[in-house]
């Protein structure tokens, strides 16, 4: 079972991260994006004019492909907060112009993204630990954590409608997000079992739910 974080958590981790990492995880836990599709973002990908940011390409093991299914082609909402982040890294890097990769390799020059295992071995796992996630040795954490994280968050937390969330996640059936992505924790089965318990028990004051 995947690794859940609690905004709170997630919060934590970019604290101390450069502001490339920072902005990776800020975009990864609001959008959900696969690591392979934040890696394939050019700069004319942003649209800053229409809130959204489009998916053209993605970069796996090296090589350029179209994006994973139909669904996932849909555009991903941009907040204005999300936006903030994504100009102020902008700001910063050597490689903004509009054909650059959002988060291009130095070591190539821009002419190839970041690789994501390395991201995630050298600065993400090491952020959770920080932040205080209990990992176990050997145990993998990295940007699909964040994935599965807001997939949650959206479903048991916040009770968003399935049909939001399914958009959100750019899953092609709900089915996949809720039986794969989603997660129940013990807070919300506790909730779930005391309105039960409620139920049963307000029969012996007369009513009958």
């Known amino acids: 079972m995947a ?3 609690t ?5 934590a981790i970019p604290n101390s991260l450069p502001l490339l990492q920072q902005t990776m995880v800020v975009l990864d836990a609001a959008t959900g994006l696969r690591y392979s599709e934040i890696a394939g973002l050019k700069w004319l990908d942003v649209d800053w004019e229409n809130n959204q940011i489009h998916l053209r390409s993605r970069w796996i093991r090296g090589n350029f492909s179209e994006p994973k299914s139909k669904k996932s082609k849909a555009p991903v ?3 204005p907060l999300l936006a903030k982040h994504l100009r102020a890294w902008q700001k910063e890097t050597a490689y903004a112009k509009a054909t650059d990769w959002v988060f291009a390799s130095v070591k190539t020059h821009g002419r190839t993204p970041r690789v994501g295992n390395m991201l ?5 796992r090491p952020a959770a ?3 205080g996630m209990k990992l ?3 145990q993998r954490f990295g940007f699909h954590n964040l994935r599965h994280s807001l997939a949650s968050f959206l479903v048991t937390k916040k009770k968003t409608d399935v049909k939001t969330a399914q958009r959100s996640m750019r899953h092609a059936k709900s089915a996949t997000m809720l039986d ?3 997660q129940t924790g013990m807070d919300e089965l506790i909730a779930a079992q005391e309105m039960m318990l409620d139920a049963i028990f307000s029969c012996a ?3 009958v739910q």
């Open 7 to 11: 905004p709170k958590q997630t919060f």
């Open 136 to 138: 176990e040795k050997g």
């Open 205 to 207: 004051a007369g009513t």
């Open 129 to 131: 630990i920080k932040a």
């Open 180 to 182: 794969h992505y989603a």
């Open 120 to 124: 995630c071995v050298d600065y993400l």
């Open 3 to 5: 690794v859940i974080l």
């Open 77 to 79: 909402a941009m907040s």
